[in-house]
């Protein structure tokens, strides 16, 4: 299946570092949620990124979000994987890692081709593709997605920031400028004319005429 933003997420079944999920609705509730996905266990950038998730714990809760990682790996190797994730973040790693051994779940969220397998004495490249941040929203709809390459370490402060930007936009008709973070000026969205703009928002600064910023109002 090809996810797109605003799709529903699947209702996956999921096994975890942490136990069996039934319903991966069931699991979000009425959270955000963030899915992070990863190629292989006991690889270096991986590792990295899963202490900066971990490193983040108290900012997740802030927000009212929960946080589930993704390896093409099994739940034992992931067990054994934490421990180091732990050594290097210095911090515990408090959010299920999904077991993907046989590519099931990373095919149903759309990072790998369907003939996709893996070969014996399989590396991180038999499965490159599986390096995807998705932030889902608190009705189960796909809001964002980031596919990285391998070589590239995910900057989680920009999805942080991200996040700041979905949910203070949520069901709000605004939409937040290049850079934007808590704080600073939105964008009144074009769906409100100048009058409804000003009844909502109160003033507003029209740099342009289909531009303008009020203040946040989160």
Sequence with gaps: MGLRINDTMPDLKLTTSQGEIASFHDWIGDSWAI?????????PVCTTEFGAVAQLAEEWEKRGTK????????????K??????????????????????????????DMLPADAYLPDGRTAADSASVRVVMIIAPNKKLQLTMTYPMSVGRNFAEVLRALDALQAT?????????????????????????????????????????????????
Excluded: C
Aim: negative net charge; glycine residues 4%.
């Design 35 to 43: 899915l992070f996905s990863h190629p292989k266990d006991f690889t």
């Design 67 to 78: 946080v589930i990682g993704l390896s093409v790996d099994g739940v034992e190797e992931h």
């Design 80 to 109: 054994k994987w934490i421990g180091d994730i732990e050594k290097v973040a210095e911090s515990p790693v408090t959010f299920p890692i999904i077991a993907d051994d046989d590519l099931t779940i990373s095919k149903q969220l």
């Design 170 to 218: 949520y069901q709000t008709p605004i939409a937040t400028p290049a850079n934007w973070t808590m704080g600073q000026d939105v964008i009144v969205a074009l769906s409100l004319d100048d009058a409804a703009a000003k009844e909502k928002f109160g003033e507003f600064d029209a740099v342009l005429p289909y531009l303008r910023k009020t203040r946040s109002p989160v």
